[in-house]
């Protein structure tokens, strides 16, 4: 957009965040002060919170930042609708206002020192650049193995995806553009972008804990994004069913001229436990089969539906806040 210095929009998403959003919201701000004194990005950039949802003060946190200061933006869901959509609201809210975005969580883990490295490597020429953690000391050693267990399996599954990545990450608008093309209901980012492609690169930096609050991805809900990013970007599991078919179809054949020879020899009769442990191994088989699949039926279902991905019900800038451009309320 500028001609010269970038416009920058960091996009936040927040949900139920009252008692860390205070701690982080400066700390974002300084960091864009800071990058607009030192000639980086354009005085024009903005901070932009989505409220994803929250049922806790957050929203009115969010309202009262954005009256404190013209770089604070703010909009909210009219529900919760997840992490991912949340991030996707920001984006294409963002994406015709500015010339680059980084998406960082609100707890004060990604560490905002990063995102002087990352408008390097845009500068360099790269469209898209991932915040890659260094160490993951600060996490439980639970978190980690599920972590790495989850970064390895994705990728078996034929699912591209930067180790050690989560969402924090610069792209341009260019990018943005495109990615609002991908049309999939079933949002996983990180696989996303790389699907987009583009010049890219990674920075590393030091995850830190939570400042304040709690996370959000106990066990089950990290499994189901897991799941969720398998069966949204790969169709290898339906290749492996049709491999296991193959397996037990060929065991079975065997199976059945040894049956034979059983009988032709006479000495048929015995062998129950054989006869059981087939059948238990198919039914095993065939139940696991049906269940993937329905994972997919139940993808295309939702996907067919053509819901839409996020709502927006309300916008700093169109009740009182300062508009994205620094003027005052657009409606108000
Ligand atoms: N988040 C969100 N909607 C949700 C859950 C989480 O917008 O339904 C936000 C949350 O406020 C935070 C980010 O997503 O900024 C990452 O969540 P969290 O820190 O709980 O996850 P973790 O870092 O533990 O994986
Ligand atoms: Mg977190």
């Not at 909009?75 to 992490?83: A, C, E, M, T, V």
């Not at 991030?87 to 998406?103: N, P, S, V």
């Not at 398998?230 to 049709?242: E, G, N, R, Y």
Request: glycine share 10%; aromatic share 10%.
């Amino acid at each position: 957009m500028s001609a010269s210095l970038p416009i920058l929009w960091i996009v936040v998403p927040c949900y139920n965040e009252e008692a860390v959003l205070p701690i982080t919201a400066p700390l974002f701000l300084e960091k864009i002060k800071n990058l607009i004194e030192g000639g980086r990005i354009s005085d024009e950039s903005r901070i932009l919170f989505v409220n994803d949802g929250s049922r806790d003060g957050t929203w009115e946190i969010i309202r009262s930042l954005a009256g404190s200061d013209v770089h604070y933006l703010g909009i909210s869901q009219s529900r919760n609708r997840g992490h991912q959509n949340a991030l996707l609201a920001g984006l294409m809210e963002a994406k015709d206002r500015c010339d680059i975005t980084i998406t960082i969580d609100c707890d004060g883990q990604d560490d905002v020192n990063a995102m002087d490295r990352m408008i390097d490597e845009y500068e360099n020429g790269c469209d898209i650049v991932y915040g890659v953690r260094s160490s993951r000391e600060s996490d439980s050693f639970f978190k980690r193995s599920t972590a790495h267990g989850f970064y390895k399996l994705m990728n078996r599954m034929g699912v591209e995806l930067v180790y050690d990545h989560a969402d924090y990450r610069l792209a341009s608008a260019r990018v943005l553009r495109h990615l609002a093309e991908f049309r999939e209901v079933n949002l996983f980012l990180r696989g996303m972008f790389p699907l987009v492609g583009f010049k890219s690169a990674s920075v590393y930096y030091e995850r830190h804990e939570r400042l304040a609050g709690k996370s959000h991805y106990p066990l089950g809900k990290m499994l189901s994004f897991a799941l969720d990013g398998i069966t949204s970007l790969s169709i290898k599991p339906l290749t492996l069913i049709v491999i296991l078919g193959l397996l037990a179809s060929f065991l079975g054949f065997v199976g059945v001229i040894w049956a034979i020879v059983e009988y032709l020899l006479q000495k048929a009769i015995h062998g129950w436990s054989s006869t059981i442990c087939v059948i238990l191994f198919l039914g095993g088989i065939q139940l696991l089969s049906i269940g993937v699949i329905g994972e997919y039926v139940g993808k295309i279902y939702m996907e067919t539906k053509r819901r839409p991905r996020y709502i927006i019900s309300e916008k700093t800038w169109e009740s009182g806040g300062a508009s994205p451009s620094g003027e005052h309320a657009e409606n108000a």
